[in-house]
């Protein structure tokens, strides 16, 4: 079960930004184009910086980001690090299989250079009613490891509630030859 969450944070890292050769789900997504809302945005070409402010809506095919504030920088390799903030901001998305996945956190960010997805503040990741939960979630794509912290308080903690099995989902069950 714990497999079905890393896909779904791999998701919001490679959706952010496109990522040629990504093998995760909702891949078809991957070859819509980029489309960006927001009430006020302006560009920094000098420092080659791009902010997006209030309202901001990120799409790319089923795809969806909502936050606050996008900050986009681009490097002089030409990768991107793209950091969107909100209370929270969100993301949503359908997967091939057709379930929806969503995830939530007061700051998403991802380092395209680093294939590093930085999920912190309040983050809520969900799939299938199943949800992991902790103050920052990190997942390395170039390792395919995930981490999840809990705050600086001692009372903090990361939470993960897998539900149970659905009737009639037979997917585990073993198979009587």
């Known amino acids: 079960m714990l497999k079905r969450f890393i896909p779904v944070v791999a998701?919001?890292?490679i959706n952010l930004a496109y990522v040629g050769d990504s093998a995760a789900q909702g891949r078809e997504d991957f070859d819509k184009p980029i489309q960006i809302n927001a009430d006020r945005d302006s560009f920094d070409v000098a420092n080659k910086v791009a902010v997006f402010e209030n309202n901001v809506v990120i799409r790319q095919g089923s795809l969806s980001?909502?936050?606050?504030?996008?900050?986009?920088?681009?490097?002089?390799d030409q990768s991107d690090v793209f950091t969107a903030k909100g209370s929270p901001a969100?993301?949503?998305?359908m997967l091939d299989d057709g379930?929806?996945?969503?995830?939530?956190?007061d700051i998403i960010s991802y380092d395209q250079n680093?294939?590093?997805?930085?999920?912190?503040?309040?983050v809520k990741v969900s799939q299938d009613n199943s949800v992991i939960q902790g103050s920052e979630i990190i997942y390395n794509f170039a390792t395919q490891q995930l981490?999840?912290?809990?705050?600086?308080?001692?009372?903090?903690?990361?939470?993960?509630i897998?539900?149970?099995?659905k009737k009639g989902d037979n997917q585990n069950e073993p198979i009587n030859r």
Do not use: C, W
Request: proline share 4%; glycine share 4%; net charge negative.
């Open 90 to 93: 969100i993301y949503e998305q």
């Open 65 to 76: 980001i909502r936050a606050d504030h996008l900050e986009v920088t681009r490097r002089d």
């Open 11 to 13: 998701l919001v890292a």
């Open 162 to 165: 897998f539900m149970p099995k």
């Open 114 to 122: 680093k294939q590093l997805l930085t999920l912190s503040g309040n």
């Open 147 to 160: 981490t999840a912290n809990r705050g600086e308080n001692e009372s903090d903690r990361v939470t993960t």
């Open 99 to 105: 379930s929806p996945i969503s995830a939530e956190a």
